[in-house]
Structure formats: structure tokens, C-alpha cells
């Protein structure tokens, strides 16, 4: 939001849509962005001048406090731009008024008349606007002079249809009086910029300090900051500064400047009131009750109402700081005996677990084994209720508190800190801690327990060396029947081993944990069983939602797992098998604000780009690249850049859509990753291979896509993971390897017979259909094609649109023009609805082949032709919308421009409309309505 001036404007993303929407309306307008002092009203409106100055002329000014009460300061930055165009045409009275405002007169001491300036000002704005878009903005309008406000005030009551808008910025809690004279003579859009959300917040960090940040700390400085990007910025600048690292540090080191204004305030109070708020900032937000325990009622209340009427506590049933900063500044000043001191205080009152637990931690000087046993039982317990931040922060104090020679103790400390630091998306600090385990590990079982964490937080790294580790934890856990059936879960869900070998691993797991009575290793029996589910679909292609649901059941019964070893997780991936695509979806994005609610931020990126792929699907070409986009950013917030890589992988996708090129990201995509044999690799080659379909280059289409074809090979019959294969058979066809298409289509059509295969049947049909016209056999061809068209319908549009076109083509070879036309129209529709922008050329490129006059001037689309032939044969929107396969908004709008374009005024109008239509092909229309 604010710092670099090439940082981009983040988190306000719908703010910036309903102000451009807003300014997009005809004639003159007022907006009015207003916010607290930091929180990026200059950066919005900085993006904002940025994308009105594509379609028109921006002029920004900025008031200043110093300037405030100079004469016609701001007016000066307003009207000089637009002094020199138009000096020529204005009258003398008015040029030499407003010389004198802007300084440009020779200074003949005559007085200025403020209303010739004003009306000098409303002919500038008329003659600049007359042939474009006009708009003036002024930035902290609480500072614009009072002469500045007389003449902006003056011409914009004078505005009637110039196609001017006037944008002005104010600081909250400040008086504005340019806002409230210009705001009171027009109707204004006011929107009030919120404080930025945490992933908001984070994301700004990193673009502008240019540095990883763990999810930890960034949570703190929200919390400080409150959202406000110019004081979490102050605040990660200081931490860099002062710890030259924003990935480990656990403290929040508050900017020196804040903390001597703050600090100020705090010395003024007496000494009873300072106690109460270093008690407030030690503990963060204490009860009242809490507060009333320590000091007695009387004293504390006496303490209280002098910190609430400084302007620094609130008192409720809780007590908080009236911003964060007074607690950083109270705590900061302490010395640290005093800390400790305060702290060991507040233990000896508290009685939730994790509260005494942390300030046990801070009232020690070094190692600790009370300290650190209340963490580690704190630790659990928050792991247990899904707060993974918090359970980091109290694990990785255990591990420092426990004494040196307690290794045991520290090893199982080690493990439970590993593991949550994993999870909240900092998995180099995770990997580092475990080698430093394993390195001082005793015994077969604590080394196994190592290496099997290792194992985990080295999974996007290296499958091959994932699976070394995963064997020499298996050969070392010896008789501890959890350690080993995890092992087992973990080498059977690798992807990196036979498929027998997958199997037998899943079975020894379920065996292992059958009879379990212990919650957590209940919990490994329910992921066996979905392990076991997920291999019997990946090498059997059985999809058994009843053993998932099973494993539902048993998962109830042991301990909460995380977000990807759940149930709701196999459940959402197997649905995509059953094309069940859309709840599907729904379950990934449940997942995905679970996982933001539980602190799972290492798992973001993974369900980002289930939703970035489903969204292809359904053909939300925007959704899919927002989803997309947030794979990778979160990929690489949390370290793991292999995921952050497959986001930009699915960027082809909605590319190739919409025709686009962007030569960085296909040379990236082209060698990612380097394992020419990884599944992974299978996903890349697809997508490089689908964009050169959509392109046309068939040559390069069948080298991506072989390849591809020969990975999917590897990984057993799973149509749904790549789906590739109609672009393959079609790329094959039209590089004259028809023997080649045609034993793809063996493949295909073994997929095609599975009973839930719904897109395999689709894409079979229409690859059939493509390769029995390719010899002659046009019947057969049109027969399959129709079917691929009837099965497509309602599992992608993208699908439905490319068997519409396959069967479109057929039509037209075989000279039937008006069945072409109409199948082709449709197939366009089909297209333009999902914003498919490459494939609406290529129908379009069919339709004009077809022959006949093309539409032109006020003449009918062939989209808006195939909507009024339908609407004139009686049928509504809503049929017509299922029909075509398109929206009933879609469906109006298109009306809306035949009823204007044919001059009728009902539907009982088009028939005759339409039959009188000189344009219209083939024969005419004779059918009544």
C-alpha cells in the first residue's frame, strides 16, 4: 500500500473496482475516499489516477498542512495543466483573474475577483472535457485553502453534462471543508478504506521490504498495527533494521520515533496508573476481574479511570489499549528483571493453560523445565483447538527452556515444535530444527521419530529423497506400531513408488492401527483408510466414497487431523473423479478457510490451486487466475516455491483461454520441473500442450503432450488428473498421425467405460467423431459428435463449446449451412459466455467461411440472431439460457440489443422482425409463432 513507489496497490482489490465502476458513469461525478491517517488513501488514489488516465486526463494535487491557508494553492496544481490548451479561448476578464490566482500576472496590485477566477476555472474544465475524460483529484482535501474551495466549489455547481469527475481524499476525524461544499451540491460515493487483512497485510511486507516473513510475525504486526499499512510497514522496517531477519524473531521491536511519542504520554500518568498498564501490556488483554485480583477493587479502579481518561485504556469486562502501540511503548520501557518480574506476577493469577504457560516462559532467565513442561502442555493443547500460531510460539519456548541434559524431553519438544512450525508455513526453520534433532537423537525410536518429520516437511523437495528417509525411519521404528504406521501411510501416499508397493504399504497401516484405542492413533487408522481409498481409485480406478465415509467415522473418534489428511480432503479429490466438480470445489473451499482459521498457511498454497483448476473447469477464467495467483504468492510466503511454481502453472490455462501470450511464463512452465519423469511435469506438459492447441501450433502441441502421455503412463488410468487426452488425439490428428490418434483413443474410450467417467464419454465422443470425419465416415462422425455435445453439456463449458464447434465444422463441410450456422452460433455463445475470447475467434473464423453477408453496423450478431430466432419461437429466458448454455443475464442483454437494433418493443414483435430481415441466411423464416 504505501513505501516503494512500485509496490503494488494490494487488498483493495473491490474498493478499486466500485470506484472505477462508479467513475465510469456518464457526465460529471464526485467520489470521496476517507480513511485514518496510514491506512493508503494516497496509494488507492495513486491506482485509481493510473487506471482512469488509460481512458482520459488525470490531474492529482496533494494539500498540505503548510499551505493551508495560502490563496489558490491547490488551485495552482489543478488549473496550470490545463492553462496552456485553452489560455487562447478564454475571455480577458477571466484569463487575467485567474493570472493573478496563479501567480502569473505582472502584480498590479489590483484585488482578484474570486468569481472570475471560478468561472475561469469552469471554462478550463469545459474545454478540456470537451473531447475526453476529465478528472481531478485532490489528495488530503482536510488542508485545501479556503480560495481553492470558493472556486472548485463554484464551477462544480455550474457542471451539467461535462464529463468531469472530481475525486478528493480525507484523513477521518479532521474537518473538510472542500469535502463537505462540494459533497453538499452533488450527490457523492463515499467509501471508507478499511484497514488491511492480515493475508492483505502480509502480502504488502514482503513485496515491500523484499523479504520472506513468517506467518508468526506478520500476525503480530497486524495485531499492533491494526491493519494500517503505513505503521506495519514502519514496523517491519524497524524489526529488519534492528534483527536483519523477519522469519525467526519473535519480538516486535517498535520504531524509536513511536516509541518516545508514545512513551511521552505514559510517563504523565501517576505511579499506581503506569502499574495498571504494564500489568494491561504484559498480559494483553486482561479481565477487569484480573486486574481487581492484583491491585484490590478500590486501587485498581482509582488505576483505571486515570489510564481511561489519558486516552490510553478502555475499560470493559476487559481491558484494551486504545491503540497497540501504548502497549508496545508500556512494555518496552520495562527492564528486563522488571519484565520478568511482572510476568512471574501474572502467572500466580492466571489460570488458563497457555497464559500461565507464556509468562512462566518470559519470567525465566534461561533454561527451565517448569517453564518449559507448561509450554509444551500449552503447546498441545492449542495444536488440539487449531491454533497453530499459538502453538508454535509455546513449542519452540519449550524446546529453549529445557535444561541441556533432559535430551529426551527435548527431542519429543523438538518433534511438536517441528510440526507446528511446518504447519504455519515456515518450513525451512522447521527443517532446521529436525536436523539439529536428528544429529543429537538417542535410540532407534527418536531417530525414526525424526526422520519421519523430516520426511513431511521435505515432501515438495525431493520425492526420491523423501522416500530414502521415509525407509530409514521404517527400518529404525522398530515396535512402536504408531511411528511405523505413519511411516507406512507416508511412503504409500508418496506417488513415488510401484503401485503395488503403494498398496502394501497401506494395507500394513490399516492392520497396524485396527485395533486402536489411543485418539491419536485412531486418527492414523481413519488416514490409512483413506489412503487406502485414494490408491484403490489411482490403480483400480474404483471411486469407494463409502470407505471415505468410514474413515469420516473413525476420524471423529481420534484427533483433529490436518486439513490435507482429512476425509473432506480425499472426499473433495475423488469428487472430481465422479465430475461432481462443483461440490468439489465447495469442499476445497471450505478447506481453504479452515485452513486460514486453524493457521494451516503451509497448506494454502495446495488448496489454492485445487480451486484455480476447478475454476478452469467450470470456466471462471477470473476465479481460476485469482486462485492461481494466490498458489503462488502463498507458495512463496511459506518457502514451499515447488507449489508456488505450479500456480504459475495454471495461469496457461485461463492464457490459453483468452489467447494471451506471456513468453516468461512458458519459458518457466517449459522447464519446470527438471524430473522429466515426475508427475508433476505431467501437469506442466499438459498445459503447454492445451495452450498450443488452443494456438494452433500442432507440432509443438504433440511434443508437450506426448511426453505427458507417457508420465500419465507411469501413474495408472486417472483421467481426471491431467486431462489431456482429446487435446492429444486432436493434435495427433491434425499432424497427420492418425494411427497414433487412433491407439489414444484406446486409452480414452477404457476410461470412457468406467461408470462415473463422464468427461472420459465426452471427450471420447468428440475425439471419435473428429477422427471418423478425418476418414470420410460422416454419419458415424456426426452421431458421436452429437453425443459429445449432449454428454458435455454440464460438466464443463469449455468442452461443451469445443464439441459445439467439432460438430459446427462437420455441418459446414458437409454444405449444410443453416444446421452450421445454428450449431456454430451456439458454440459461440458458449464461448463469449466464459470469456473465451481465443475460441470465440475460431467460431468466428467458421462462421465466416459459411458465406453470407456478415453482420455489420445495426445488423444482428450471430449471438444475437440465435437468441432472437429462439425467444421468437416462444421460448423464455431461462430455456433458452439452458439451451445455449449461457446465463439469463446474458440472455436479457442480448434482448435488450435486438429490440433496439430490429425497432420492436416486444418479443411478439421479433418473428415478423426477423422474417423481413434482408441479412438474414438461407431461407426465410415462415414458422409462426
Known sequence: MTGRASTRLVGRTDELSGALAFAAREGHWLLIAEGDAGIGKSSFLAAMAEQLGSSGWVIRATAVA?????????????????????ISRLPEQQREALDAALLRGTGTGTSIDARAVGTALLSLIRDASAGQNLVLMVDDAQWADPATVDALSFAQRRLDAERCGIVLGRRLGENAELVDRLAAADSAYTMRLAPLTLEATRTMLVESLEVPISPTLARRIHDISSGNPLLSLELGRA???????????????????????????????????RTVVTLAAAHGRPPLALMQLLLGEEKAEAALNEAQAAGILIVNADITFTHPLFSSAAYE?????????????????????????????LASEGEDEVAAAACEEAALAARGRGALAAAADLAVL?????????????????????????????????????????????????????????????????????IEILREALAASNADIAGSAEIHIELAMSNALPADECVDHAGAAVRLTHDAAEPEVIGLHARALLALAYLRFQHTCEVDLDLVERAAAVEREGVEPRSDESAAYARAILLIALDRC?????????????????????????????IARLAWIAGDIDLCRVHARRCTETGNEVGEHFV?????????????????????????????????????????????????????????????LEATARIAGLHGNRSWMFRFEGDHIEALLNTSKTDDAWREMERLEFQARLPYAGWSRAVAARSRGL?????????????????????????????????????????????QKRVAREVLTTARLVFEEIGATAWVAKTDADLQRIGGRSPAGDD???????????????????????????????????????????????????????????????ASRNTPT
Open 239 to 273: 524489526q529488519l533494521y534492528a534483527t536483519g531477519d523477519l522469519t525467526t524473531s519473535m519480538e516486535i521491536v517498535v520504531p524509536s520515533q513511536l516509541a518516545v511519542l508514545h512513551r511521552t504520554r505514559l510517563e504523565r500518568l501517576s505511579q499506581p496508573a
Open 582 to 610: 462443483d461440490e468439489s470445489q465447495a469442499e476445497f473451499e471450505s478447506m481453504l478457510e479452515r485452513c486460514k482459521r486453524r493457521g494451516e498457511d503451509v497448506l494454502l498454497p495446495e488448496m489454492h490451486g485445487w
Open 66 to 86: 503548510a499551505e493551508a491557508t495560502l490563496s489558490y494553492a491547490i488551485l495552482s496544481d489543478l488549473a496550470t495543466p490545463l492553462y496552456e490548451s485553452a
Open 644 to 704: 508456488a511454481d505450479v500456480g504459475r502453472l495454471l495461469l496457461l490455462y485461463p492464457l490459453a483461454m483468452v489467447g494471451d501470450t506471456d513468453a516468461e511464463l512458458e519459458e518457466l512452465a517449459g522447464s519446470f520441473p527438471p524430473d522429466p519423469h515426475s508427475q508433476g511435469r505431467a501437469y506442466n506438459t499438459a498445459a503447454l500442450g492445451h495452450l498450443m492447441v488452443t494456438r494452433g501450433d500442432w507440432e509443438a502441441a504433440c511434443q508437450y
Open 333 to 361: 520501557q520495562l527492564s528486563p528483571s522488571e519484565r520478568r518480574s511482572v510476568h512471574r506476577r501474572l502467572a500466580q493469577a492466571v489460570t488458563d493453560l497457555e497464559e500461565r504457560a507464556r509468562h512462566l516462559a
Open 398 to 466: 519449550a524446546v529453549r527452556l529445557t535444561p541441556a541434559e533432559q535430551t529426551h524431553d527435548h527431542h519429543r519438544r523438538a518433534l511438536i515444535a517441528a510440526d507446528v512450525v511446518f504447519q504455519t508455513g515456515n518450513p525451512a526453520a522447521a527443517r532446521d530444527l529436525l536436523h539439529r534433532t536428528i544429529a543429537t537423537s538417542q535410540g532407534d525410536r527418536e531417530h525414526a521419530h525424526a526422520l519421519r518429520a523430516l520426511a513431511r516437511a521435505d515432501f515438495y523437495r525431493s520425492r526420491e529423497a523423501q
Open 860 to 922: 444482428l450478431t450471430v449471438t444475437e440472431r440465435r437468441i432472437a430466432e429462439l425467444a421468437a419461437d416462444g421460448m423464455t429466458n431461462k430455456a433458452i439460457a439452458e439451451a445455449l448454455f449461457i446465463s439469463p443475464r446474458t440472455v436479457e442483454s442480448n434482448l435488450t440489443r435486438v429490440y433496439r437494433k430490429l425497432r420492436v418493443r416486444r418479443r411478439i414483435g421479433l418473428s415478423s422482425a426477423l422474417n423481413h430481415d434482408p441479412h438474414m441466411p438461407g
Open 771 to 815: 477422427l471418423l470425419a478425418a476418414e470420410h465416415r460422416f454419419a458415424e462422425a456426426r452421431d458421436h459428435l452429437s453425443q459429445a455435445v449432449a454428454e458435455s453439456r454440464t460438466l464443463s463449458p469449455l468442452e461443451h463449446g469445443r464439441s459445439l464447434l467439432a460438430l459446427g465444422r462437420l455441418e459446414r463441410r458437409l454444405k
